[in-house]
């Protein structure tokens, strides 16, 4: 065996032990860890003939790397929409990686990890208050999330005209309708040969990033006869907003279309009682997408797609990885190689299994609610301020805001986010730049709030000099 190796394997005790210093050095000053790091650039290495040992390359990473992190899985990191990691979940990480699974579930490759898939998309369903109806994956995010749902709804809508479009190919009668799709579902448009170009916007309601109902029903029958896929957005990243879901719904009754809901964040919603009615209708769905990495706080990279079990024999058209014709019954026959984009997959389940397990569901809805109280706090002391003003209602757990009276927002965003204590990140709403801060993080408590606030109005001062 190769030295290095040698040395190693007779070294794990030594290597875990670093490792989980190194961890606790982090986790234990994420709160301090700056959320800015000015200077990115790192010197291009060689690679050398003979290797350095794990332990000195953890040493190494440490020197040349690790001061360049920033502390986005802490407390005011705000940027994006940016989930912490719990502990159990960090613990079904590191176990994901020490039992190296490859999770497809056909005979002999990751059965039990693809066990524990299924029954980790069960207890999720749970915690949505989503009912037994949909068979669900794990994939990297809510972008492939996203392109899953939207390619089995393509494979559907193929199917109404007598397309198989998974062998046949592509055909441009399929029809996609969106109001304020996130830009993932815009890139799923064009990875899955729609084109990005071609989706139908459907208008938003005055002062909203929701759907005009009315707009979409003209839409729909505009299109009668052509097989059409609706994208409803449960939570937009700038406004959450979210879509009538009951009243497209009633509105697929009429004129059947596909209904995919991009619930990345916003699924989450039904953690907490006094939100959930803003999911009304969505266990009606023919795909959900629920991003884990989010509000589940797993770290990267987790999500979930679920898919109508009526719906099965589309999903492995779509995705199945043999020549042969799938012959019988999908949930007989189950394996992930079939089901989803990927092959050889991660035990990726298994976090978020730690996740739920762990923290049950009085934990989520208390993750929820805790990231929402503290919206309405940011938001509060924006509506009060004379210095900034909301650009949207905080309807969740996002706040966006900008400058009042002046056009220095951007600046303003600049100086704060350099100081290094608050992280937020840009954004337009009707065209003027705002400031988007998302809470999806366990953390963060009132006192980062106050904080926050403190560095908001230091940056705003000498953004306007007084
Ligand atoms: C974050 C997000 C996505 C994309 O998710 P990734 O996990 O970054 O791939 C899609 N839709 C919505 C609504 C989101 O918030």
């Not at 709160?31 to 332990?55: H, I, K, W």
């Not at 479009?165 to 055909?171: A, I, L, T």
């Not at 729609?194 to 299109?223: C, P, Q, T, W, Y």
Request: charged share 20%.
């Amino acid at each position: 065996m190769n030295i290095k190796l040698e040395e190693d394997l007779a070294h794990w005790d030594m290597i875990l032990e670093d490792v989980k210093n190194r961890s606790l050095d982090f986790l234990n000053h994420l709160n301090d860890l700056p959320t800015y790091a000015p200077d990115q650039r790192a010197e291009a290495e060689v690679l050398e003939m003979n290797g350095s040992g794990t332990l000195k390359s953890l040493e190494m990473f440490r020197e040349k790397y690790q001061k360049l992190m920033v502390a986005s899985p802490g407390p005011r990191y705000w940027g994006f929409v940016t989930g912490g990691a719990t502990p159990a979940a960090i613990a079904g990480d590191w176990l994901t990686a020490v039992f190296d699974q490859n999770t497809q579930g056909t005979k002999g490759s990751g059965d039990v990890s693809a066990i524990v898939e299924k029954e980790t998309i069960r207890l999720l369903c749970q915690l949505l208050g989503l009912p037994e109806d949909f068979n669900g994956g794990f994939v990297t995010g809510a972008t492939m999330s996203n392109f899953t749902g939207l390619a089995v709804g393509r494979q559907w809508a193929g199917k109404k005209i007598g397309v198989d479009v998974s062998r046949e190919g592509m055909s441009s009668e399929i029809v996609v309708m969106a109001a304020t799709p996130h830009s993932s579902v815009i890139k799923s448009l064009s990875m899955l040969g729609f084109g990005s170009n071609n989706l139908f916007k459907i208008n938003v309601l005055a002062g909203r990033e929701a759907m005009d109902l009315a707009d979409l029903e003209a839409k729909l029958i505009e299109h009668n006869g052509q097989p059409i896929i609706v994208n409803c957005s449960a939570g937009t990243v700038n406004t959450v907003d979210f879509d009538d879901i009951a009243a497209i719904v009633a509105l697929k009754e009429k004129y059947s279309f596909w209904l995919h809901i991009d619930a990345a964040f916003g699924g989450f919603a039904a953690c907490s009682p006094a939100h959930s009615h803003l999911l009304a209708g969505w266990e009606q769905a023919d795909s959900i997408t629920i991003d884990c990495h989010k509000w589940v706080n797993v770290p990267y990279d987790s999500a979930v797609i679920l898919v109508r079990k009526q719906h099965d024999r589309l999903q492995v058209e779509t995705f199945q990885n043999t020549n042969a014709p799938y012959l019988g019954d999908p949930s007989e026959n189950f394996s992930y190689l079939n089901f989803l984009p990927e092959n050889s997959r991660r035990f990726r389940a298994l976090p978020a299994w730690f996740g739920l397990v762990a923290y049950g569901k009085s934990g989520y809805q208390w993750i929820v609610e805790n990231s929402i109280a503290r919206a309405n706090e940011l938001g509060n002391y924006i509506t009060g301020s004379v210095f900034f003003e909301l650009a949207a209602p905080v309807r969740l757990n996002v706040v966006t805001f900008r400058l009042r009276g002046t056009e220095e927002t951007m600046g303003f965003l600049d100086q704060m986010n350099k100081n290094g204590k608050v992280f937020m990140t840009p954004t337009t709403l009707d065209g003027i730049s705002c400031v988007r801060a998302a809470f999806v993080n366990y953390r963060t408590t009132a006192a980062d709030i106050v904080t926050a606030i403190n560095e908001m109005e230091a940056a705003y001062h000498i953004v306007l000099k007084h």
